[in-house]
């Protein structure tokens, strides 16, 4: 407790490859929640010891399937209902799990444990720039409240420069 601040926590941890189950980096981390105020996302210092594999080659041949489609990307229940992906849009939903990161950090307190849960639908914007963008519809689903949380989120992605999100709204239930 830092009085008048809020909680800090410290943390050391294994971080593990979604994409590599065997590659693993260790990872200590310090998280502030700061007391009262809600719309303050966690202060968060990490020190990794490691690093992981390169994407470079797999976020470059995605980089150029999507824009050498002829018509935008759309999908929807990303996983379906018996928890599958199909390998062609892996990368869309690793994409909305590193977005929805940013999301569940700005936006959760210590009472929350957000993560994503599916993608209900995603579109493709066209754009004239070199970026990608996508418009996503995801569910989080917060294991503390059982809720799921319908939340849209506008993304763009370049391999040379990351996810960038650039909306993201909560949603009413439905």
């Known amino acids: 407790d830092i009085k008048d601040v809020g909680h800090k926590y410290y943390l050391e941890l294994e971080l593990e490859d979604v994409q590599d189950k065997d590659s693993t980096v260790n990872c200590t981390a310090e998280v502030l929640y700061h007391l009262g105020n809600k719309n303050i996302a966690p202060d968060v210092q990490f020190t990794l010891e490691g690093e992981f594999k390169s994407t470079e080659e797999a976020d470059h041949m995605f980089y150029t399937r999507i824009r050498s489609l002829e018509k935008e990307l759309v999908a929807e229940n990303i996983p379906d209902s018996h928890g599958h992906v199909p390998p062609?849009?892996?990368?869309?939903?690793l994409l909305a799990w590193v977005a929805s990161g940013h999301v569940i950090w700005q936006n959760?307190?210590?009472?929350t444990q957000l993560q994503l849960a599916q993608i209900k639908h995603v579109k493709q914007v066209k754009r004239s720039d070199e970026y990608l963008q996508f418009d996503y519809l995801v569910l989080l689903h917060d294991m503390v409240s059982q809720e799921i949380i319908p939340w849209e989120m506008t993304v763009l992605?370049?391999?040379?420069?990351?996810?960038?999100v650039t909306r993201d709204s909560r949603q009413p239930r439905h």
Do not use: A, C, K, Y
Not at 88 to 93: A, K, Q, S, T
Not at 108 to 111: A, I, K, V
Not at 157 to 164: L, S
């Open 108 to 111: 959760s307190t210590e009472n």
């Open 157 to 164: 992605w370049h391999p040379r420069d990351g996810v960038q």
């Open 88 to 93: 062609e849009l892996e990368p869309i939903r």
